[in-house]
């Protein structure tokens, strides 16, 4: 079956340093998102992405988080310039655009270590 | 401001048991809501989903309710399975765009 790959599986970085974590989405999916999850709270949405472009995003996603799709495959996520409170679960997921009522497909996730 | 709630952040149950987990939302304008199970160090896996238009989905061991009235869902497992335990995520869309809204999860613990 299909899978979402994240890479790398875990990051450490320094704060201020800026990272760039890699999702490959599921090859005939539309939609793509990515989501976080801080040790012990919820999973939250960050960015949904559609047609190459930002469809939506939360308040975390600020100025220091960007976005790209850069080749037919790739979906990336860019912090800028990382701060301890990013220190987190980063889940990449993808859904077809065939139907309304389609789930999300989840990556297992790139562990950031901000210290 | 949780618009998504599991109040139970943990459930034992015996093996064979039915295993049922809650889930309340604030927002009447999900339409669509799922249910996810996670391992740790793995993403979250889709399970089952209900449209609102829906008030149960079945498949197999797993079965969905949803109570629209009550802003109320919950999860049957049956029966249930060492191999279920996880913690379970509920979630519902918000918006066109599919972007879920998950609660805290619930951790299930299957003893044999």
């Known amino acids: 079956e299909p899978e979402v790959t994240q890479t790398p599986s875990h990051q450490v970085t320094q704060m201020g340093q800026e990272v760039i974590l890699r999702c490959v989405p599921i090859s005939n999916h539309l939609y793509f998102y990515w989501y976080r999850q801080i040790l012990g709270q919820k999973v939250e949405f960050l960015v949904s992405?559609?047609?190459?472009?930002?469809?939506?995003k939360s308040e975390i996603f600020d100025d220091q988080f960007s976005v790209e799709r850069p080749d037919g495959s790739n979906f990336t996520l860019k912090i800028r310039s990382t701060k301890l409170e990013d220190s987190a679960m980063y889940f990449c997921?993808?859904?077809?655009?065939?139907?309304?009522?389609?789930?999300?497909?989840f990556g297992n996730g790139t562990r950031l270590t901000v210290t | 401001d949780q618009q998504v709630k599991q109040n139970s952040p943990s459930l034992s149950v015996q093996e064979g048991r039915i295993s049922i987990l809650n889930c309340d939302y604030t927002?009447?304008?999900?339409?669509?809501f799922l249910w996810y199970k996670k391992y740790p160090a793995e993403g979250p896996t889709f399970l089952i989903s209900?449209?609102?238009?829906?008030d149960k989905n079945e498949d197999g061991r797993f079965t969905v309710f949803l109570n629209k009235s009550a802003k109320h869902l919950s999860l049957h497992i049956v029966p249930s399975q060492p191999g279920d335990s996880a913690v379970y995520f509920c979630a519902a869309r918000e918006g066109s765009q599919g972007n879920l809204i998950f609660g805290k999860g619930t951790k299930l613990s299957v003893k044999p």
């Open positions: 992405f559609y047609n190459n472009e930002i469809s939506e």
């Open positions: 997921a993808s859904r077809p655009g065939s139907s309304y009522n389609s789930p999300l497909h």
């Open positions: 209900i449209s609102s238009i829906k």
């Open positions: 927002n009447s304008m999900f339409d669509y």
